[in-house]
């Protein structure tokens, strides 16, 4: 069983930006997918980003596009978010995520099984 601990989350005004880390322990594979999710107040856990196990492949929602960059390294079992531009409607809750299955419907969060705790972004204006 993996276990996952998100960490860079913080305040931060608009237009700034973080680096948010999620290290892996308890298994050497990192997982056939590794995606970021957030919550806000509320609503639902919405996808952010996913990277595939080999790195090469990734998604990002629309809402992110252009200021938000996924990677992983594989070697020290850390998936990396790096947000730039950040607004006020960045503000969530952000959970790192990862399969050991597959690498199949890679934005969607019931495709994961396994989960962080978390870590709290606020983008003040």
């Known amino acids: 069983q993996v276990q996952l601990a998100e960490s860079g989350g913080g305040l931060v005004q608009a237009g700034g930006s973080l680096r948010l880390s999620c290290a892996a322990s308890?298994?050497?594979?990192?997982?056939?997918?590794m995606g970021w999710f957030r919550q806000p107040p509320g609503p639902a856990r919405k996808f952010v980003a996913a990277?595939?196990?080999?790195?090469?492949?990734?998604y990002y929602a629309d809402s992110v596009k252009g200021r938000f960059t996924i990677s992983r390294d594989n070697a020290t079992n850390t998936l990396y978010l790096q947000m730039n531009g950040l607004k006020p409607e960045d503000t969530a809750v952000y959970y790192c995520?990862?399969?050991?299955?597959?690498?199949?419907?890679?934005?969607?969060?019931?495709?994961?099984?396994?989960w962080g705790q978390g870590t709290q972004v606020t983008v003040s204006s």
């Open positions: 995520a990862t399969d050991s299955r597959n690498a199949n419907f890679i934005t969607s969060r019931q495709a994961y099984n396994g």
């Open positions: 308890g298994r050497t594979f990192l997982g056939y997918k």
């Open positions: 990277i595939r196990w080999d790195g090469d492949t990734t």
